[in-house]
């Protein structure tokens, strides 16, 4: 099982697909590395921006992770376009398009608070630590207790 | 399993996290098939590129 998180953003950025990242990727650009089985992504809602995703996870060919036969259809990105989840296995890892959870707040919201940060000379926005915080602490599943602790400490380990 | 089309106009917070739930567990499924040696190689993995993420450099300047 593969998990390429640089070949991932790469397709993203190069499929112009605009997005911010959050999750357990987001933790390890804030606090700590950590094993995380995925990339999350909030999407801008934009339907062309979206319709630029579906290409891309399905260039990699995406299927879903609860229903493996089943690729990013018509019927798929049309539920995507209003607002549903999708969760795809593609042949470079996991990825967890988020547009709807409690807790975790609107694109532009994201995108407007987010750090510019690259791996391996790929850009991409990750969520502010602050917005991260918020979303962990209304998760509050043992693992999100978990990151709030990394969270708290200084970034640098400094400070005691 | 929700059906994605069917659920697509009606999908609550509460299905969102109910689903969020049920890929947790498949994954953890999946990831149980692995053996001690593969997991530990992945998490390897995981960790050089998680590592390698630094802050942006800023373009044209």
Do not use: W, Y
Request: charged share 30%; proline share 5%.
């Amino acid at each position: 099982m593969v998990f390429d998180l640089a070949g991932l953003l790469r397709a993203l950025v190069e499929g112009e697909v605009r997005f911010v990242v959050i999750g357990g990727i987001a933790v390890a650009a804030h606090a700590a590395v950590r094993a995380t089985e995925d990339l999350d992504v909030v999407p801008d809602p934009d339907l062309e921006n979206l319709d630029r995703l579906c290409n891309v996870l399905s260039g990699l060919d995406a299927t879903l992770l609860l229903n493996p036969q089943r690729t990013l259809d018509a019927e798929v990105r049309a539920a995507l376009q209003r607002g549903r989840n999708v969760t795809v296995s593609t042949r470079l890892g996991d990825v967890d398009v988020v547009q709807r959870l409690p807790g975790v707040p609107q694109f532009a919201a994201l995108r407007e608070d987010a750090v510019d940060v690259e791996i391996f000379g790929v850009p991409f926005h990750v969520c502010s630590r602050r917005h991260l915080i918020e979303m962990k602490r209304a998760r509050g599943s043992s693992l999100d207790l978990a990151d709030l602790e990394r969270l708290a400490d200084p970034p640098d380990g400094g400070g005691g | 399993m929700m059906d994605i089309a069917m659920q697509a106009e009606s999908f609550t917070d509460a299905d969102a996290v109910r689903e969020a739930a049920e890929v947790r567990v498949r994954r953890a499924e999946r990831d149980g098939a692995l053996a001690p040696s593969q997991r530990l190689e992945r998490v390897h993995e995981l960790c050089r590129q998680l590592a390698a993420i630094r802050p942006a450099t800023p373009a044209g300047r």
